[in-house]
């Protein structure tokens, strides 16, 4: 049997259920599920000839020391106060200067870092260091202890700047954010700087070695390295008519991704290259290695030199171009929805 209730109107309906802690999804389901997504991120870029000088000031603004980690965060300008590039990804350049220590601290949040400009600082992850140079990647997984430093400048330090990049907003979203500091400045040293790619980076492992962890366990990938098997690709004519010649870096002991929450990439694009236009689900952040070039993001048309950042929001349609030879490294939260079965590209 029906009970029909007499209802003043709709309004009054909707303030009567509102006081109840509920809210009619009639009103709000063409929002909640849109026939395509409706990202909130804008495309965006920093040109790194136009900020560098900012990121030098903050070193006469703060320590390191009493900063933790000297970061500007690149904010998106679709998500304001967020600190945030994308929904899930965080990103910022940090600068660390001749003599400085960052202390060591450890996140449930996965980092990586880009090195940018500089050499010679270094990072340790759980008892090793890696010395920094320009292009490396580097990794700090969930729940490890990690530092920075970077040599006096009597010992040839000098400043090094590098791209942060983290799944803070998305951890953050998962209510599952914790941290600690370590009660000295810097970590014990327990392994020799290289350790970690003499076990794993040579397409080999130890013979008892099982992997247990999703994250790699190498934490440094040079960019030496990186650049030399672009360049053998490119010289095979392995050209992608979207994506030029692109890899994905991996966990060699398992084949994923080096870290469960973050796509990386590194690509090489020709001169004279103009790619297709294609999108994807995941949103990523680009850092210009070499090279110059051109953007197409949606509406939006970025001319891009070395160093700079730019961000492609989810299923904005994207175009790459170089006018001269290039390299872009990048990330994204591609293995998160491939997880959850939410990645989509279109590349026709």
């Not at 136009?50 to 070193?59: F, I, N």
């Not at 590194?266 to 953007?295: H, I, K, N, W």
């Not at 997880?339 to 026709?348: F, I, K, M, Q, T």
């Amino acid at each position: 049997m029906t009970v029909n209730h007499p209802v003043a109107s709709r309004a009054t309906y909707y303030e009567k259920i509102a006081r109840s802690g509920m809210a009619p999804l009639w009103e709000s389901l063409h929002t909640l599920v849109p026939k395509t997504p409706q990202p909130k991120a804008l495309p965006a870029i920093w040109r790194y000839s136009q900020v560098r000088d900012l990121v030098m000031q903050a070193g006469a603004v703060i320590s390191a020391e009493e900063a933790v980690r000297r970061v500007l965060v690149l904010e998106n300008p679709g998500l304001p106060g967020k600190s945030s590039m994308t929904p899930n990804l965080y990103a910022g350049l940090q600068l660390i200067l001749p003599g400085e220590i960052a202390p060591s601290h450890r996140h449930t949040q996965s980092a990586l870092r880009f090195i940018v400009e500089g050499k010679g600082a270094w990072t340790a992850v759980n008892g090793e260091r890696t010395t920094m140079h320009p292009g490396d990647f580097i990794i700090t997984p969930s729940w490890t202890w990690h530092d920075h430093g970077n040599p006096s400048i009597e010992d040839g330090g000098e400043p090094v700047v590098w791209l942060d990049g983290l799944d803070i907003p998305l951890v953050a979203q998962m209510d599952a954010s914790f941290a600690e500091n370590y009660p000295e400045a810097t970590q014990p040293v327990a392994r020799p700087e290289g350790h970690s790619f003499a076990r794993f980076g040579h397409n080999m492992a130890p013979v008892r070695y099982c992997a247990s962890d999703s994250t790699s366990p190498i934490f440094s990938y040079p960019y030496e390295r990186t650049r030399e098997a672009l360049e053998t690709l490119r010289r095979g004519g392995e050209l992608d008519e979207w994506d030029g010649v692109k890899l994905r870096y991996v966990n060699p002991t398992t084949g994923s991704w080096p870290m469960p929450t973050i796509a990386t990439f590194m690509q090489y694009l020709p001169r004279g290259f103009e790619g297709r236009t294609y999108r994807s689900t995941d949103a990523t952040v680009y850092c210009v290695v070499e090279g110059t070039g051109c953007v197409k993001i949606d509406k939006d048309e970025f001319t891009f030199a070395p160093h700079d950042v730019f961000v492609v929001p989810s299923w904005v349609p994207v175009q790459l171009s170089a006018s001269t030879e290039s390299v872009l490294f990048s990330y994204s939260d591609r293995p998160v929805l491939d997880a959850l079965n939410l990645l989509r590209e279109d590349r026709s």
